[in-house]
């Protein structure tokens, strides 16, 4: 089974300060992980993947994440928040042959101005 | 492109009534999944379509629920008769290839109340 684990229900930070959002996942096999954005009265927004090859993978809007095996991590960055970063993050994992997503309960990040 | 589109944005029905979703994939993207997220819980995955075939349906919660994809174009997601822990955003995805790595697009999801 796979499955995703986002620790904090909401992340507060001030504008202008680094941002993390954090993902542990588990799985029998090597994942494919992915990040997603939800902003207020909207869909979700692809933000990143991680398939293989280098463990930092950049996405839109100036966000990051790492990849780290030995502690099946996953966690979302972005040097410098915005308060339009401001929205609902989920972090979900796919392994190889296995087509659904299993996601995070999400994470509500707050930019405060 | 147009990107996934759902129909309708939000339903709001009594229980017992019946509802059906709709669901236009990306124009080519022969991968359809349905998921549904429960007030403050995860999202769940309920269906897979590759075409017009379910390729797995083990997310389906019971029999109330009847999702077809006729023609392998758009999807209905039919939920009769509806109960109250039906509730929830239904979101629909879709994706060109079907080996894990490639990314699914969504929509921007219909919310269902059922009172």
């Known amino acids: 089974a796979q499955s995703v684990a986002q620790p904090e229900d909401q992340v507060n930070v001030a504008e202008g300060n680094p941002l993390t959002v954090k993902c542990t996942y588990s799985?029998?096999?090597?994942?494919?992980l992915f990040w997603y954005v939800q902003y207020p009265n909207r869909g979700l927004q692809f933000l990143l993947k991680y398939i293989t090859g280098d463990n930092l993978v950049k996405g839109s809007y100036g966000f990051e994440a790492e990849f780290n095996k030995s502690q099946t991590s996953f966690h979302l960055k972005k040097p410098s928040a915005l308060v339009s970063d401001s929205a609902l993050y989920f972090c979900?994992?796919?392994?190889?042959?296995?087509?659904?997503?299993?996601f995070g309960k999400g994470n509500q990040v707050v930019v405060i101005p | 492109e147009a990107g996934v589109t759902q129909f309708p944005s939000h339903s709001v029905i009594e229980k017992g009534q019946t509802v059906t979703l709709r669901c236009d994939p990306i124009?080519?993207?022969?991968?359809l999944y349905w998921y549904r997220r429960v007030m403050g819980k995860e999202i769940k995955f309920l269906l897979h379509?590759?075409?017009?075939?379910?390729?797995?349906e083990s997310g389906m919660p019971n029999n109330r629920f009847l999702a077809e994809r006729t023609g392998g174009t758009y999807s209905t997601l039919k939920v009769q008769p509806a109960e109250l822990e039906d509730s929830g955003v239904y979101f629909c995805?879709?994706?060109?290839?079907?080996?894990?790595?490639?990314?699914?697009?969504f929509g921007p999801g219909t919310r269902l109340l059922v009172l």
């Open positions: 995805a879709s994706s060109q290839e079907r080996q894990g790595r490639e990314t699914q697009y």
């Open positions: 799985v029998s096999g090597n994942p494919y």
């Open positions: 124009s080519g993207h022969d991968n």
């Open positions: 979900a994992v796919r392994i190889y042959g296995n087509n659904r997503l299993a």
């Open positions: 379509f590759v075409k017009e075939s379910k390729q797995d």
